[in-house]
C-alpha cells in the first residue's frame, strides 16, 4: 500500500537539540531539504538546558591557541579511558569522532557560530594517556537574543537564568568562588558588568547552551530565509517503513496527524528516557532507578527511541546515564544551591551507611554517582563543616556570603546538625565511631593537602574546580569546625545515555549487525561513543553534534573529510 503524503523532505530530524540542529545545517550545505520535528514549544532540547559546552580533542580553536594536542592523542585518551565496550565505542565510531568533529566545528565557525575556547578547563582524566590538563572543551561566545526576531522567546531558557547573570559555563567556575581569589573577582566583575550592561540596554543576553542553540538557528533562520526548516508542538508517533526501508514518519502537529516524507532517511535526534519510568524501572540492572531523581529535559521520555526498538534495532548501554549527584532542597535558593558543588571543595565529604568514604568526591560527576551505586550508597551523605558554610554557602546574593547556614535549611531537616562529630551521627543514623574515624582521618592528610585513600586533589581535573583561594589543596581541606552538618545526596541524572546502536555513520543497526536503511540516530538516543565514562565537560553534546553531522553529510551522499572509503 502506497503511503499518502502530507509533506515529503529529505531529511527528517527528530529533535531540537544540539544534533538535530547540526544536522539541519549540514543537510543543507550538503544541498538537502530538512525538517526538524519538536515535540516541546521550546527549541534546543536538552542542549538548550545545558551548560552548552562542546568537548573535542585536537580541535581548531585549540590549534588556533596553539594547545598541543593530536588525533593520536584523542584516540589514546578515549582508549584508555572508555575501554573496551565493544560497539557503541568501536575505533572506527571514535576515529569518525575525532575527524567529523574538527571538521564540524569548521563547518560552524564558517556558518557565522561564535565559540570560545574554556580554558584551563581539564580533561576529566587529565592523568590518563593522551589526556589534556590545558582543556578541550568549547562554548558558545554571549548572543543576543535579538539577533532571533519572533524565534527570540521560542528558546529552551539559558542555565545561567537560574543564576541572575549572563555568565559563560567556564566563568561559573570562577563566579562562584569570587572572593577566593583576585582572578576569581575580576572574572565576576566582568559578568556582572556584563549583566548590567545588558541590563541596561534591555538585552536578552544568551550563554551556555541558549547560545550555542541560538546561533544555530540564527544560521537556519538566514538559510531558510526568514524561517527556518523547524516544526515545534510536533511529536514523531511512529516511523514508516515500505520494502524494509524507512521513508518517513507518522507526525502528530497541533492535534493533527500528518504522514511527513522522509527521502533520505529519518535522524532521531530527540534524547534518551530519563523521564519514563516504566523505561528506566525495567532497563535500570544493577543501578536501580525509576525517574524520581531524574533532572533531564522534560522531553526526555523515549517515544523516538521505543519506535527505533519496534523495528529491531540493536540496543545497548540501556542501564547508564549521565549521573549528576545531586542535592534536592525544596525552596532552600541559592544557599542550598551552594551545598550542591560540596564534594569539589575543602571541607566536605560524602559518606556511605557505615560512615565511611567511598570515592574521590572531586572526580568526574557520573563516576561519582556510579560509585554511590556499586557501594550501595543511594543516598549518601554529604557531610561538611561550619569553615564550609563560611566560605561557601551564599545568601540570595552570589556576591555576598552569609554568616552562617539559613536557619530554613536546618528547620526544614534538609539539613541535620550536630555541635560534635558524634551528635551528627546521631541524628543521620551513622556509626558515631566509623564517622569519627573517617573524618579523623581524612582530617590528617587534608591539613597537608592529602588524600592517599582516593587520590582527590591529585589531578588538574579536581583543581580546576575547586577553590582557587585555598591552601595547600584547592579540593582538600579539613572537617575541623563545629558545628557540623550533613544533607543528603541523591544520584540524580541529566539524561540516560543507552540506546540503540549505530555504525561510524550514524546509521540505526538491527540484532544481525545490518543497517536499517534510512535510519539515522545520534545523542542520548544512542548507545554513546563515550561508553560508560564521562571523558571531559561536553562530551554528551559533543557526541550528538558530531554524529548528527555525520548523519546529515551521509544522507546527502557527501563524505566528511579524512574518512576511510566506503
Given amino acids: 500500500m502506497t503511503t499518502h503524503w502530507d509533506r515529503s523532505v529529505d531529511l527528517l530530524i527528530a529533535g531540537s537539540g544540539g544534533g538535530g540542529m547540526v544536522a539541519a545545517l549540514a543537510a543543507l550545505d550538503g544541498g538537502i531539504e530538512p525538517l526538524i520535528l519538536e515535540k516541546q514549544s521550546l527549541v534546543g532540547g536538552s542542549t538548550g538546558l545545558s551548560g552548552g559546552i562542546v568537548w573535542l580533542p585536537n580541535n581548531p580553536l585549540m590549534r588556533a591557541d596553539g594547545i598541543a594536542d593530536s588525533h593520536e592523542d584523542g584516540l589514546a585518551y578515549l582508549a584508555d579511558v572508555v575501554g573496551d565496550i565493544g560497539a557503541p565505542s568501536s575505533l572506527a565510531r571514535r576515529e569518525m569522532f575525532l575527524t567529523a568533529g574538527y571538521e564540524m566545528l569548521t563547518f560552524l565557525i564558517r556558518r557565522g557560530v561564535r565559540l570560545i575556547r574554556c580554558a584551563g578547563w581539564s580533561d576529566y582524566y587529565p592523568n590518563h594517556k593522551g589526556g589534556n590538563e590545558s582543556g578541550r572543551a568549547v562554548e558558545g561566545i554571549p548572543f543576543d537574543a535579538a539577533e532571533l526576531g519572533v524565534w527570540s522567546d521560542k528558546l529552551q531558557p539559558a542555565l545561567a537564568k537560574n543564576y541572575g547573570f549572563a555568565v559563560l559555563t567556564n566563568e561559573l567556575r570562577s563566579v562562584q568562588y569570587f572572593n577566593r581569589s583576585p582572578r576569581a573577582f575580576a572574572v565576576a566583575s566582568k559578568v556582572f558588568l556584563r549583566t548590567a550592561a545588558a541590563r541596561i540596554r534591555r538585552r536578552q543576553i544568551l550563554t551556555n547552551g541558549a547560545s550555542l542553540i541560538g546561533q544555530m538557528l540564527k544560521a537556519l533562520i538566514e538559510l531558510g530565509d526568514g524561517q527556518p526548516p523547524l516544526w515545534t508542538d510536533a511529536a514523531m508517533e511512529d516511523l514508516i517503513v515500505e520494502d524494509g526501508r524507512v521513508v518517513g514518519a507518522r507526525v502528530s502537529r497541533a492535534g493533527v496527524t500528518l504522514n511527513v516524507e522522509a527521502r533520505k532517511g529519518v535522524l532521531l535526534a530527540a534524547g534518551g528516557f530519563g523521564h519514563n519510568k516504566e523505561m528506566r524501572r525495567r532497563y535500570s540492572g544493577d543501578q536501580p532507578n525509576d525517574a524520581q531523581w531524574s533532572i533531564a529535559n522534560a522531553g526526555d521520555t523515549g517515544e523516538a527511541l521505543q519506535a527505533a526498538m519496534r523495528l529491531g534495532a540493536k540496543t545497548d548501554l540501556l542501564d ?47 563516576e561519582v554517582g556510579k560509585a554511590m551505586y556499586a557501594n550501595k550508597a543511594v543516598p549518601c551523605w554529604m557531610v561538611f563543616d561550619d569553615g564550609y558554610v563560611r566560605r561557601y554557602v551564599t545568601s540570595a546574593n552570589p556576591f555576598k556570603r552569609s554568616q552562617g547556614l539559613p536557619p530554613g535549611l536546618s528547620e526544614t531537616g534538609a539539613v541535620k546538625t550536630g555541635h560534635t562529630v558524634a551528635e551528627l551521627a546521631d541524628r543521620i543514623d551513622l556509626p558515631a565511631d566509623e564517622l569519627a574515624r573517617t573524618i579523623q582521618r581524612f582530617n590528617h592528610f587534608a591539613a597537608k593537602g592529602l588524600d592517599p585513600d582516593f587520590g582527590r586533589g591529585q589531578s588538574a581535573y579536581n583543581d580546576c574546580l575547586g577553590d582557587p583561594g585555598y591552601r595547600p589543596n584547592a579540593a582538600v581541606g579539613p572537617l575541623d569546625r563545629a558545628p557540623y552538618y550533613a544533607t543528603r545526596v541523591f544520584p540524580a541524572d541529566v539524561g540516560t545515555c543507552g540506546g540503540v546502536v549505530t555504525n561510524e555513520h550514524a546509521q540505526v543497526l538491527d540484532e544481525q549487525d545490518l543497517v536499517i536503511e534510512g535510519l539515522y540516530a545520534t545523542g542520548n538516543t544512542t548507545a554513546t561513543v563515550m561508553g560508560r565514562t564521562y571523558p571531559g565537560a561536553g562530551a554528551s553534546i ?14 546527502a551522499g557527501r563524505r566528511v573529510a579524512g574518512e576511510r572509503s566506503r
Avoid: K
Fill in 320 to 366: 547508564e546515564a549521565w549521573w549528576l549527584p545531586s542535592v534536592f532542597i525544596p525552596n532552600g535558593g541559592a544557599a542550598a544551591a551552594s551545598l550542591g558543588s560540596g564534594r569539589q571543595r575543602p571541607g566536605a565529604i560524602y559518606v556511605d551507611s557505615t560512615g565511611r568514604r567511598f570515592c574521590n568526591e572531586s572526580n568526574s560527576y557520573v
Fill in 542 to 555: 559533543a557526541s550528538s553534534m558530531v554524529f548528527g553531522y555525520v548523519a546529515a553529510r551521509h544522507a
